[in-house]
């Protein structure tokens, strides 16, 4: 069974057109974290909630929002989507942040940028 | 510089072939090493922790290098399932930094 799920797989929107990413997992995991991977580099940190708690990493451009209204979902939401945002977005949870924990990754969404 | 660093590849190798390859990490605070795999627009999906005095997990094994600060990952006995992109993965104090892989590529 999915731990976590993210929908949609495959999402295409126009330029400046808002759109909304969504994560839910079973784990019932303390953290969630939104990842964005452009073609062959590194997943790169957008950012995570700890619980409620959330946390911007510094260079995440303000275009790009999100929301945890309960443990299970976790949303990313980026304002106006430009060329350059048309990447792979993966969610991830872990149980803790530190120490060894293991992160947990959804299968990711698609973004298409017209 | 990146945090972590490493060789893109392709390493093109025959089935039943041995191929390893490092990456390095610039923080040493650094506090747990993992290695990731990544199949072609898929998830990463953890393949094994890296544990100071190295650790094996079946064909694969993993070493660590604290004073080198580098990480290395051999895969013995080459299956063409093992094609993928291997990521060298840090964990610092709350995050986790990727690197942007190294690709092996098994061929028949």
Known sequence: ?114 | RKEVEQDPGPFNVPEGATVAFNCTYSNSASQSFFWYRQDCRKEPKLLMSVYSSGNEDGRFTAQLNRASQYISLLIRDSKLSDSATYLCVVRGDYKLSFGAGTTVTVRA
């Not at chain 1, 929107?13 to 974290?33: A, D, E, R, W």
């Not at chain 1, 997943?43 to 443990?71: C, G, I, V």
């Open chain 1, 1 to 114: 069974d999915a731990m976590v799920i993210q929908n949609p797989r495959y999402q295409v929107t126009q330029f400046g057109k808002p759109v909304t990413l969504s994560c839910s997992q079973t784990l019932n995991h303390n953290v969630m974290y939104w990842y964005q991977q452009k073609s062959s580099q590194a997943p790169k940190l957008l950012f995570h909630y700890y619980d409620k708690d959330f946390n911007n990493e510094a260079d995440t451009p303000d275009n790009f929002q999100s929301r945890r209204p309960n443990t299970s979902f976790c949303f990313l939401d980026i304002r106006s989507p430009g060329l350059g945002d048309a990447a792979m977005y993966l969610c991830a949870t872990s149980r803790e942040l530190a120490g060894a924990d293991t992160q947990y990754f959804g299968p990711g969404t698609r973004l298409t940028v017209l």
